[in-house]
Every structure is written in C-alpha cells, then in structure tokens.
C-alpha cells in the first residue's frame, strides 16, 4: 500500500518569499569567514581542523610517534551533525549539515530567535538551506516515517523563514 504524501499543515512559503529570505541572509553569511575542514589520518578522524592546524598537529604527532604514519586529509565540506570548529585555534569550519545537524540549528532559533544581524545566524541558516533546500519535496519517496520527518522539517523551516520575513 501506498502511504500518500503528507498534508501541509501551513501554507509553504512562494518561491519568491524563498528568494527574498536567500537575499536577506546573504550579504551576512557571506562575511562569515570560515576555512576548509580537515582531519588527520591515522588520528582520531572525528576531530576537525583548520589546514594549518592540523599540519601542526601532523608534524607534532610524527615527532612523539615517529613510527607510525599520519595524512592530511579533506579540504573539501563533508556532513557534520553541527556546524565545525578547528579543534585548536577554533575558526569556524565549512562543512554541510546533515537533517540532524541542520534541526539542531532550527531549534536554536526557535528558542532564542532569529537575529538578521548576526553573521553567525546568517551563515547558520544558510548552511541548513545549502544542506536542504526549502524543501518540503513531498514528491519524492520514503517511508511514511521518513516522510512525516521531512515534513516535520520543513514546516518547522518554513516557520522560521516566516517569522523573519514578518519581522523584516
Ligand atoms: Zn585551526
């Protein structure tokens, strides 16, 4: 059987209130400067790094472990469950949100509200919409589950997007 697509439970927003939310968020996300993501073969591959980091942290490990061998690796964004940080100089990291990821974001905005004039929050929700699009893609298949989150999402997304065109 057949499970239908999900029924909109707010009305969507048109393509061009999309365009306009890309335009006011724009200009800020840009001047959020981030850098490649890396990580260290033979290291822990769950630790992000900025390029120069982490060829620091290569030659240090090299020099306590001359036996063993460590690569740069990445430069390029991969699908994080949170926006990344170099794990020793802390500059912001380019890298895609997975749904988790991009709902975490969603939820921070939710509770403390969306602020235009933050570099930070432009960048964040234009990661979620690089990552995701406006959505919602009822079309496309999925488990009835599967489908229930995405409309979950985007409704929650489209709120958001809502509220801030309301605000500006
Ligand atoms: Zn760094």
């Not at 073969?41 to 769950?46: I, R, S, T, V």
């Not at 602020?115 to 009835?144: E, K, M, N, V, W």
Request: aromatic share 10%; hydrophobic share 30%; proline share 7%.
């Amino acid at each position: 059987m057949n499970s239908a697509p999900p029924i909109p439970t707010i009305p969507w927003l048109t393509e061009d209130e999309c365009t306009r939310i890309e335009s006011l968020i724009a200009p800020l996300a840009g001047q959020y400067e981030t850098k490649p993501e890396h990580w260290i073969h033979g290291h822990d591959e769950g630790l992000s790094y900025c390029r120069e980091c982490a060829l620091a942290e290569i030659a240090r490990l090299q020099s306590d472990h001359p036996d063993r061998e460590y690569d740069l690796d990445g430069g390029w964004g991969i699908e994080g469950d949170g926006l990344e940080y170099c794990e020793i100089c802390e500059h912001p990291l380019n890298n895609h949100l997975t749904r988790y990821g991009a709902e975490c974001e969603l939820e921070a905005f939710e509770e403390e509200g969306f602020d235009l004039t933050s570099q930070y929050q432009c960048y964040a929700l234009s990661r979620i919409l690089d990552s995701h699009g406006f959505g919602p893609y009822a079309y496309l298949p999925g488990s009835p589950f599967e489908l229930q989150q995405r409309h979950k999402f985007y409704s929650r997304l489209h709120a958001l997007c809502r509220s801030i065109l309301a605000a500006n």
